[in-house]
């Protein structure tokens, strides 16, 4: 974000320069700085400190989620009882994470357990016929990459606090076969959204995967019959929404590639009817 784009993303959300402070761990003289305009040239990390606490408060704000609960670092939405932190709180490691219960299925985000319940039926439909035309661009235009499809653990910032399960992933360098785990970022990264991931896939994870590199980011949803692109890398970086009825181009295939949604919206209209 652009320092106009934090000063306006903090009136939208009606915060003091004192709760995003507490929120960032940065300094409250510095958050009044850097949105009073007295430093020009603030620090990268200052930043990102805060565009995180305002993605979080915003999520907070979608999802209902007490501010107490999501800044203790405990659980965010869809919680469930998950490994005691002891005395207080802490935040939660991959080591957690493998701990869990092999029929509980949840994802791990700086340190903060999101349940996963089990997806609807059209969520697997639309998923299964993803994955069927992504593999069929790439191999007709001769793309040195592979399609993924959940569950499958990628440790997005190859740190001990996030493991997340995109619902479909490109990734367009080698794969260890052997590997129980993914590491680094995907190239491309869908998710279909559903009622208890809504507030999640459109904001922590959108923050999330463009910070971990993700280069193309899509977001399917099927209530409001959308595909939302992100394509970080374009130059002037903006999101841009179809319909279910049109041919969206892949943006890392430098536009090789394009999925016609029409093919799935025929296989599901059953579903609007």
């Known amino acids: 974000m652009t320092l106009e784009e934090l000063r306006r993303k903090k009136r939208e959300l009606r915060l003091t320069s004192e709760m995003i402070a507490e929120a960032s761990g940065v300094p409250l003289g510095t958050v009044q700085k850097l949105f009073g305009g007295t430093t020009k040239a603030p620090r990268k990390r200052t930043v990102e400190a805060v565009e ?6 915003e999520l907070r704000q979608n999802a209902g989620v007490s501010r107490a609960v ?11 009882p998950y490994p005691s932190a002891g005395e207080g709180t802490r935040k939660y490691t991959i080591s957690d994470y493998y701990a869990l219960p092999e029929e509980q299925r949840a ?23 993803l994955h069927l035309l992504f593999t069929e661009c790439t191999a007709a235009h001769g793309e040195d990459c592979e399609v993924c499809i959940s569950p499958c653990d990628v440790r997005l910032d190859q740190d001990l606090f996030t493991m997340v399960q995109p619902d479909l992933m490109v990734l367009c360098r080698p794969i260890d076969l052997h590997a129980v785990r993914l590491e680094g970022a995907p190239d491309l990264v869908l998710e279909i959204l559903s009622p208890s991931t809504r507030a999640k896939d459109q904001l922590l994870k959108l923050y999330k995967y463009q910070k971990a590199g993700v280069r193309e980011y899509w977001i ?30 892949v943006g890392i295939s430098g536009g090789t590639c394009a999925i016609d949604f029409s093919r799935v919206l025929e296989k599901i209209k059953g579903y609007y009817e």
Do not use: C, N
């Open 220 to 249: 399917v949803d099927p209530e409001y019959r959308t595909v939302t692109v992100h394509f970080f890398e374009e130059e002037a970086y903006h999101p841009v929404q179809y319909g279910f009825g049109d041919v969206i181009p």
């Open 107 to 129: 994802e791990l985000i700086d340190g903060i357990f999101y349940d996963m319940s089990t997806p609807a039926y059209i969520h697997q439909k639309i998923l299964g016929l």
């Open 52 to 57: 995180k606490a305002l993605y979080l408060e």
């Open 70 to 80: 999501l800044s203790a670092g405990q659980v965010g939405e869809g919680a469930v």
